[in-house]
C-alpha cells in the first residue's frame, strides 16, 4: 500500500514528548509520541472560521530522541511525514485506523525560548511532584 505524504506546518505541540525504547530488529529503538496542533482560518469578515488539526505523530531513533530532549509543550514545529492505513482485525471486525510517521521536523523556536521553556517546564515538574 502507498504512504500519503502530509504536511503540518506552524504547528505547536499539546504536550510533552513521550519517549520510550521498545525492541527493534537491532536491539532498543527509541521511539517518541507527541501531539502537534495547526490552526487555519478560513473564509474573510463575519463568516471567518478558525479550524484546528490535531495530529498524533511517532518519530523513531535519534530523532525521537532530539525532540523528547529539545521539544516540549507549546514549542512551535513543521512536521513533514507519511500516513498509512493501519487497519486490524479485533473479535472478527475490522478496526479502521491511521498512523502518522514523522520524516522530517524542523524546531521553529529560538535556542532562547525552547530554554526557557524548558526552564520552565522543569520548574513545573518539581512543584507537582514535590521535592522529595
Known amino acids: 500500500m502507498a504512504n500519503v505524504q502530509v504536511f ?3 504547528a505547536h505541540l499539546a504536550g510533552a514528548v513521550r519517549l520510550e525504547f521498545v525492541n527493534g530488529r537491532e ?12 490552526n487555519t482560518r478560513r473564509g474573510s469578515g463575519d463568516t471567518r472560521e478558525e479550524e484546528s488539526t490535531a ?11 532530539n525532540a523528547a530532549e529539545y521539544l516540549g509543550k ?8 507519511r500516513l498509512r492505513n493501519n487497519n486490524f482485525e479485533k473479535d472478527g471486525e475490522t478496526v ?6 514523522a520524516e522530517e521536523i524542523d524546531y521553529l523556536d529560538s535556542r532562547a525560548d525552547s530554554e ?3 526552564t520552565r517546564d522543569a520548574g513545573s515538574d ?4 514535590g521535592s522529595g
Open 55 to 65: 495530529i498524533q505523530w511517532t518519530l523513531w531513533g535519534k530523532q525521537a530522541e
Open 27 to 38: 536491539g532498543k529503538v527509541a521511539k517518541a509520541v507527541l501531539t502537534a496542533i495547526s
Open 8 to 10: 503540518q506546518r506552524h
Open 126 to 129: 518539581v512543584a507537582s511532584h
Open 96 to 101: 479502521y485506523g491511521m498512523a502518522f510517521t
Open 116 to 118: 526557557a521553556r524548558r
Open 74 to 81: 507549546g514549542s512551535h514545529v513543521n512536521i513533514v511525514g
